[in-house]
Nanobody, 115 residues
Framework: QVQLVESGGGLVQAGGSLRLSCASSVSLARFNAMGWYRQAPGKEREMVATIFDNGVTHFPSSLKGRTTISRDNAKNTIYLQMNSLKPEDTAVYYC?????????WGQGTQVTVSS
């Protein structure tokens, strides 16, 4: 069974940065794609960043330039770095992985950006 545990959320001031971590209970080599999503109150869940097993990354155009996704295979951990945070970045951030055995979600971590 795959377990994903996110950490690093909290209260951040606008203009600040955050770094979220997602620790996987199994090797990241088992997954074809790994990513971060977020869901704000009253809104649909949206993709924030994706990294594929070949290292290619993908971001929505609205977040390009201030968002980075990376992974540490030795630690089985995926990271999300976001800079120049805005109040509209406030949401619950979820880690997601997809592989031959299916897709899995973490429990989410709250990020609140104060103005």
């Amino acid at each position: 069974q795959v377990q994903l545990v996110e950490s690093g959320g909290g209260l951040v001031q606008a203009g600040g940065s955050l770094r979220l971590s997602c620790a996987s209970s199994v090797s990241l080599a088992r997954f074809n794609a790994m990513g971060w999503y977020r869901q704000a109150p009253g809104k649909e869940r949206e993709m924030v960043a994706t990294i594929f097993d070949n290292g290619v990354t993908h971001f929505p155009s609205s977040l390009k330039g201030r968002t980075t996704i990376s992974r540490d295979n030795a630690k089985n951990t995926i990271y999300l770095q976001m800079n120049s945070l805005k109040p509209e970045d406030t949401a619950v951030y979820y880690c997601n992985v997809v592989g031959p055995m299916g897709g899995y979600w973490g429990q989410g971590t709250q990020v609140t950006v104060s103005s």
